[in-house]
């Protein structure tokens, strides 16, 4: 993976707090600390953009559409309840 170097201002506080995760983890750094939280981050930030994505295409929904989607969930279901993992 091919890395950039940058430079970024941050307030004391926060270096102080990358400092000491740095210093609990065995070979980290605190590019390797700012790395990892910035990944945190984004993975959350596009779950909750999947979940809003998700929220606005069932509201969206028609009743017909809803009908639909309910009776399929109930199928699922309902086949699952007789699935055998054992065998």
Not at 5 to 24: F, N, W
Not at 37 to 49: H, V
Not at 72 to 84: G, K, Q
Request: hydrophobic letters at 40%; a positive charge.
């Amino acid at each position: 993976m091919n890395r950039l170097k940058i430079s970024i201002t941050l307030p004391a506080d926060l270096v102080e707090r990358i400092d000491e995760e740095a210093g609990r983890t065995a070979r980290a750094n605190r590019s390797a600390v700012i790395e990892r939280w910035l990944r945190a981050g984004a993975r959350r930030q596009a779950g909750e953009r999947l979940r809003e994505a998700t929220i606005a295409y069932y509201d969206s929904l028609r009743a017909e559409e809803r009908a639909d989607d309910a009776a399929y969930a109930r199928a699922v279901a309902e086949s699952s309840l007789r699935l055998r993992y054992d065998d």
